[in-house]
Structures are given as structure tokens and as C-alpha cells.
């Protein structure tokens, strides 16, 4: 097992599409069950005992701050209107010299989608969903085997969804970073991290996780974070509990 102990939390975007919901706060910071979204991915990450997670904020991002407190470590991305989310990454490298786990902060999941990903035995990886529904919006996956060949949302077709939730060692974290460098130096910076990932998958082994039925969702569109607190967030707590002690129920 090649577990992180180390995650960066992408949470710079302005949630433009979900407004008016991100009218006052950034979309990692909706609530869902009493609590944010955001600290539902903390608790999950701690319950996985990683042990450093750095957010990487932007619109709005003292609120971040004021909800998170000193519980995780911050890396503000000040050009977050004119960049997207693998610009953030990037900025967050020197956090990801030993490995990390990198997460979308809109997604909220069940955190035995987190385990598979750490309890997987390759040290690069990424969790996909087999049975999602893929249309034009969804990043699509190609799958050989264990691996991930390619991914996209320009891609005609796929066979899984991309979750947004990867994990890299420290070998992996270099291939991916180097990828990042050249690509920011031919002016990619409004690209998401996964077309950095698609950039290295052909040449770079990286497995393929999948989510097996477990409940997530992710949250762009003021349907979906409807659809999270009406239907994903009761299925995560009614799947989730069984495994989790007492007073562990997030």
C-alpha cells in the first residue's frame, strides 16, 4: 500500500456557474449536512490520517480561512480570475515534493472512495466512476486494464468519469510537476489539472481506481448542489455510518 500523508485541496475558483449560491462565499464553502463542504473533504482526509493538507484558495478566500482556522495550511493563487485549477496546483508544488493527495474542492464524497485511492498498491493513481452518466460536461476516462490512457472532456467517448481525486508519489509528483512547468511555459494556464494528467498518462503509469457504487457528486451547477444535499449527502450518511465509531459520523 502507497499511502500520502500530504493532500492539497484545490479551492481558488469563483463558482460563477453556481451563483447565486457563491454570491457572498466560494462554492467549497456551501453547506451540506451543518457543515461545508470543505470540511467535510478535512474530516474525510484526517479519517485517512493524513496528516498536512494545504488549501489552495482565491475567490474570496479569507473566508476560507475564517471557517478553517489553523486546522490546514494556505497558498493563495492572487491571479485566480485568470487561471484555473492546474495554475493553483502549481503553485502548491513545493507541498507535493513527497507525494500528496490532490482534490477538486466541489466534490463531495463518501470517504471509502478516499480509502480505495490510498489503499491502492500503485503509488500514482486516480478514482474513476464506471457507472456514471457521460455527457458533454463530464471529464471522461479512457481505461486499459488498471490503467488510465487518456482523459478528458473533449473526448468523444469514455468509459468512466473522472472524480476528482488523484494520488501521486514523490517520483509521480515530479513527472506530473515537470509536465505543469512546460505547460505554463506555452502560455496553458486557464487549463484544468486533468489536462496536465491526460498530458502524462500515455507515458506515465497511473491506475485506475474505481469508485464501486459508492455515492459522490460533483458540484458546478446549482442542480447539483441540490441534488448533493437532497440525495448524495443521505446516501453517503447512510452507507458511510456502519464502518464509522461512534461520534466518527460526519
Not at 447565486?20 to 470540511?39: A, H, S
Not at 484526517?46 to 489552495?56: A, H, L, M, N, Y
Not at 488523484?166 to 512546460?182: C, D, R, T, Y
Request: with cysteine.
Amino acid at each position: 500500500m502507497t499511502s500520502s500523508k500530504h493532500a492539497i485541496i484545490l479551492a481558488a475558483g469563483q463558482g460563477s456557474r453556481l451563483w447565486p449560491y457563491t454570491q457572498d462565499r466560494p462554492k467549497c464553502l456551501l453547506e451540506i449536512g451543518g457543515k461545508t463542504l470543505l470540511e467535510h473533504q478535512v474530516q474525510a482526509l484526517r479519517d485517512q490520517d493524513v496528516e498536512r493538507i494545504v488549501v489552495v484558495t482565491g475567490y474570496l478566500g479569507h473566508k476560507v480561512r475564517e471557517v478553517l482556522g489553523v486546522r490546514v495550511e494556505y497558498v493563495r493563487n492572487p491571479l485566480f480570475v485568470h487561471t484555473s485549477s492546474m495554475y493553483s496546483l502549481w503553485l502548491a508544488r513545493d507541498m507535493a515534493s513527497d507525494g500528496c493527495i490532490v482534490l477538486n474542492a466541489d466534490v463531495l464524497f463518501h470517504v471509502g472512495i478516499l480509502q480505495a485511492l490510498q489503499e491502492c498498491p500503485y503509488p500514482d493513481a486516480l478514482a474513476i466512476d464506471f457507472e456514471a452518466h457521460l455527457a458533454e460536461e463530464e471529464t471522461k476516462v479512457i481505461v486499459q486494464g488498471e490503467r488510465v490512457k487518456a482523459l478528458s472532456k473533449t473526448l468523444p467517448q469514455g468509459d468512466a468519469e473522472n472524480v476528482g481525486m488523484l494520488k501521486f508519489s514523490a517520483s509521480g509528483s515530479k513527472v506530473l510537476f515537470a509536465k505543469i512547468n512546460e505547460l505554463l511555459a506555452r502560455n496553458h494556464h486557464q487549463e484544468m489539472v486533468p489536462y496536465a494528467v491526460n498530458a502524462i498518462a500515455s507515458t506515465h503509469f497511473l491506475a485506475a481506481v474505481p469508485v464501486q457504487g459508492l455515492p459522490w457528486i460533483e458540484i458546478d451547477f446549482p442542480e447539483d448542489y441540490r441534488r448533493a444535499c437532497e440525495v448524495i449527502y443521505p446516501a453517503v450518511r447512510q452507507t458511510q455510518h456502519v464502518s464509522l465509531a461512534p461520534g466518527e459520523q460526519g
